[in-house]
């Protein structure tokens, strides 16, 4: 159970002396059988097939710029190797959370994991379908903050091209999707019930844009919950909970009008009321995207 501020990761890596058969998915299930490996960069909170708080199926197909990435030598082979969410932003580049790509999260550095993979088109993490690419190289904001989350982006290129029409575009500064109460909906194979029971297939959850000011409320600095910056932080949610990102989420697309305006990053608990899921702000950051 998320009591305090925590990145949206899946963060279950397989210790290496257990072998690369097991599978070893640390979440709240199964801390009698482990004891918990999950960092400051895993701990969301939500029931079976029904990723992200209060969502409903979607299908891979019809948004083809949702991606998962995998590895199966960090993660085991069960739900492909899922650790976090993407998004597909150029035919050739992907972006997620840079904690997603934190030693705490893999284990390593990102480029010691030889599997490190994106997933396109695969709705059903058990399935076969879709494709899966090859990370050929990383790049995480050199302005990321991970002791307040701030700069919340990591930048992959791929191995292989995709097709125009799997890529979405980045809302710029001054788009108007930005604006308090603009509806958007947030995509993901995170846990569903708060207590690490994760979906296979892909969700999302109708959100809105929010005021700075509902997230700066919930998150004032004064304690362990951290601190939400407007400069590079994004508030989305439901004033009155009940839908919302995960842990599993991390890196997961938010999706207004067409266009990407924010990544899961952090929260508290999840779909609980009060409690607004933070984003990162994609026209805070894209600089870092288009450098690469």
Not at 132 to 154: L, Q, R
Not at 158 to 167: D, N, Y
Request: with cysteine; hydrophobic share 35%.
């Amino acid at each position: 159970m998320r009591l305090m501020r925590c990145e949206r990761t899946r963060a279950a890596r397989i210790p290496k002396n257990l072998g690369s058969h097991v599978s070893v998915m640390v979440t709240a299930l199964i801390v009698t059988l482990l004891v918990p490996l999950v960092p400051q960069a895993a701990a969301h909170d939500q029931d079976p097939d029904r990723a992200v708080i209060g969502g409903y199926p979607v299908r891979a197909e019809s948004h083809p710029w949702v991606v998962a990435l995998s590895s199966r030598a960090r993660f085991g082979s069960e739900r492909s190797g899922q650790f976090c969410g993407g998004a597909i932003v150029g035919p050739r580049t992907a972006v997620t959370a840079a904690h997603c790509l934190s030693k705490e999260v893999l284990g390593a550095e990102p480029g010691q994991v030889g599997d490190l993979k994106v997933i396109t088109g695969r709705g059903d993490l058990t399935g076969q379908t879709g494709k899966e690419i090859a990370v050929a190289s990383t790049k995480v904001n050199p302005d990321y903050d991970s002791a307040s989350n701030k700069g919340d982006i990591a930048v992959l290129r791929l191995s292989s091209a995709v097709p125009e029409g799997s890529v979405i575009p980045m809302a710029a500064k001054g788009d108007p999707v930005y604006r308090p109460g603009t509806p958007g909906s947030v995509y993901g194979w995170g846990d569903t019930t708060g207590g690490g029971s994760y979906a296979t297939s892909l969700r999302a959850a109708h959100v809105s844009v929010l005021a700075d000011s509902s997230c700066q409320r919930a998150y004032p600095g004064n304690s362990q919950e951290g601190t939400y910056d407007p400069g590079t932080m994004l508030c989305a949610g439901v004033e009155s909970g009940g839908h919302d990102a995960c842990q599993g989420d991390s890196g997961g697309p938010l999706i207004a009008q067409k266009k990407l305006v924010g990544l899961v990053s952090w929260g508290v608990g999840c779909g609980e009321r009060g409690r607004p899921g933070v984003y990162t702000r994609i026209s805070a950051v894209d600089s870092v995207v288009r450098s690469l």
